[in-house]
């Protein structure tokens, strides 16, 4: 058996699970064992051809998700979250890892013991950090402080460290969103000095980046149901 078809095999298979909708250890361990290569240039290209396919099974099966049990959601976003930590998809799995803790929120809700704590929400905040996706980065610090707002024991100084770090983290995207523009707006000034057959059109954007985004609005939402149901459960 050739080197190329021992890896595609494994693939296949991987490919099959998932369109199978088996979201499990085994399929997990199926991930693993295509990751397995002694050939630098075959894992790179395996790698890439593995995200690709994930995050357009992932957009897709989190689509078809909607209508489901929390139980469900939250088991799909778990896998997807530890498949694309795998293959070193860091944004994609971290897009997945908010979805995650927004339905153990979701599903523990009269089960605080069980919910979500302010010190995953601050590892998770930090993670976001260190790979500069400070924008989630954000909504980590702020689900953290309201962590905190619910546990009456001694939490103020530690708020207001978290607090402090937000606070910081705003004032960089801030100085990023200047430097931002103002290399936009050079680029332009360039283009503008350009013939008109050399202009070349606009990078198709991640689908990651797309999923993101597309994330935070339905998890807002949800966010907007917790808050809500809290509220009726304190009356």
């Known amino acids: 058996m050739s080197k190329r078809s021992a890896i595609g095999e494994p693939i296949f298979l991987f490919r099959s699970q998932i369109q199978s909708r088996r979201f499990d250890d085994e399929t997990l361990r199926i991930l693993e064992s295509v990751l397995v290569s002694k050939d630098v240039k075959s894992l790179i290209e395996t790698r890439s051809r593995l995200k690709e396919f994930m995050r357009s099974e992932s957009v897709t099966i989190l689509k078809l ?8 959601k939250l088991n799909v976003a778990e896998f997807f979250v530890r498949a694309f930590a795998l293959v ?18 979701l599903k523990y809700m009269n089960h605080p013991c069980l919910q979500v ?3 995953e929400w601050l590892t998770f905040a ?4 260190c790979n500069g996706f400070y924008s989630i980065a954000i909504k980590g610090f702020d689900n953290a402080i309201e962590c905190l707002q619910h546990i009456s024991v ?9 607090k ?6 705003r004032v960089l995207i801030g100085s990023r969103s200047v430097q931002a ?15 008109e057959n050399e202009f070349q059109p606009p990078k198709t954007q991640a689908l990651a980046s797309s999923m993101f985004r597309c994330g935070m609005k339905r998890r807002n939402l949800q966010k907007l149901q917790i808050s809500q149901k809290r509220k009726v459960n304190s009356s």
Request: with cysteine.
């Open 65 to 72: 998700n909607e209508k489901e049990t929390v139980d469900r």
């Open 88 to 105: 070193g998809d860091t944004e994609s799995c971290l897009a997945l890892k908010y979805e995650a803790l927004i339905l153990r929120e």
């Open 117 to 119: 704590s302010y010190e």
């Open 126 to 129: 930090e993670d976001c950090c």
């Open 154 to 162: 001694g939490n103020k100084v530690t708020g207001e460290v978290i």
């Open 164 to 169: 402090e770090r937000r606070d910081k983290v």
């Open 181 to 195: 523009e103002t290399a936009k707006y050079l680029k332009n000034r360039a283009l503008l000095k350009k013939p």
